[in-house]
DNA sequence: CCGATATCTCACGTTCCGCTGATATGTTGG
DNA sequence: CCAACATATCAGCGGAACGTGAGATATCGG
């Protein structure tokens, strides 16, 4: 059950650092439980502002500042509601979100 | 290329929110660059603090601390180097890690 | 034993982030 | 047309997080 150490006295200097830009800016992203949720109910389809915002007990200039951000980020597409205008609907990008979860993966691979 | 939208001009109020502690715990963690580059290095075998100090051109003490967080959640171990002691050799934890990715996977899936 | 090394801990200051409240825009229904 | 609704935007406030500096502990080399 022990790792196995290195055997040399000295620590190596020729370690670089690993570019981990991506991951943290999707992480950021996801450290928000707000902004989780919404990532996760959006995986089922799609969902209006008042929908998300009545489910996790969030006002609902919160929610949409929070899907501002998401909407920035590329991961969220805005669509207004085909009969009724007034709702605007949330997507997912598939390709946004998959683009994240490899660099996420990348760090915890 | 159009989303399918729900027919019903009222909004869904059965929609009920996940359960995402465990993935903005693990995304906060990630958020940081340095706390996602050590993961990453200690992806590839065991570091000390220097190493990854240096390799990061962060301090010492500062990598230090990001190194107890990552300890207090579970995700790395400090072990001793075996014929000298002064180095603090860090490695994974790979359960608590495959679980982190689980976590966020739950989320982004 | 003593100085240098490696790591840890923590208070402090600055910066960042999320929530709130107010305001603005657009839409539907009556 | 007007009131209610759905959403968006933004300044401002309070709290959390990051890096720093100082100090402590422990170990190795000479």
Same mark, same amino acid.
């Given at each position: 059950m022990s790792i196995r150490l290195p055997?040399?006295?000295?620590?190596?200097?020729?370690?670089?650092?690993?570019?981990?830009? %991506?991951?943290? $800016?999707?992480?950021?992203?996801l450290a928000?439980?707000?902004r989780a949720a919404i990532l996760r109910m959006l995986g089922d389809g799609p969902h209006c502002v008042c %929908?998300?915002? $009545?489910a996790l007990g969030e006002r609902e200039n919160n929610v949409s500042n929070h899907l501002a951000r998401l909407r920035e980020a590329g991961l969220v597409r805005a669509v207004r509601h085909e009969?009724?205008?007034?709702?605007?609907?949330?997507?997912?990008?598939?390709a946004a979100v998959a683009a994240a979860r490899r660099a996420l993966q990348g760090v915890l691979r």
């Open positions: 055997v040399i006295g000295q620590p190596r200097l020729d370690l670089e650092a690993p570019d981990v830009t %991506e991951a943290t $800016a999707a992480a950021a992203l928000d439980r707000t %929908e998300m915002a $009545a009969t009724n205008a007034r709702f605007q609907y949330y997507e997912r990008d598939e």
